[in-house]
Nanobody, 121 residues
Framework: QVQLVESGGGLVQAGGSLRLSCAAS????????MGWYRQAPGKQRELVAR???????KYADSVKGRFTNLRDNAKYTVYLEMNRLKPEDTAVYYC???????????????WGQGTQVTVSS
């Protein structure tokens, strides 16, 4: 059974910083793309950042220059460093990963349980 466990959310003032972590655990052969999505109340879930095994990243325009997506392949862990936070960044942040359970299995997409980030003005 594969799990994605997130940590690092919380309450911060506008202009502050937070660092989210997400670790994949279980019987894993390889973790491919990893990333973060967020969902604010009344809105659809949206991509925040995504990173492949080689470290190439993709960011939503709204977070470019403020957020940094990193990963540690050996630890099956992805990080989201969030700086200069704004009230509009308030949302539940979800970790996401494409994982192969064996060398010959199909890639399966997994989600974490979500962690709340609240930015006060």
């Amino acid at each position: 059974q594969v799990q994605l466990v997130e940590s690092g959310g919380g309450l911060v003032q506008a202009g502050g910083s937070l660092r989210l972590s997400c670790a994949a655990s279980g019987s894993i052969f390889r973790v491919n793309d990893m990333g973060w999505y967020r969902q604010a109340p009344g809105k659809q879930r949206e991509l925040v950042a995504r990173i492949n095994r080689g470290g190439s990243t993709k960011y939503a325009d709204s977070v470019k220059g403020r957020f940094t997506n990193l990963r540690d392949n050996a630890k099956y862990t992805v990080y989201l460093e969030m700086n200069r936070l704004k009230p509009e960044d308030t949302a539940v942040y979800y970790c996401n990963a494409d994982i192969l359970l064996t060398m010959t299995s199909r890639q399966t997409n997994y989600w974490g349980q979500g962690t709340q980030v609240t930015v006060s003005s």
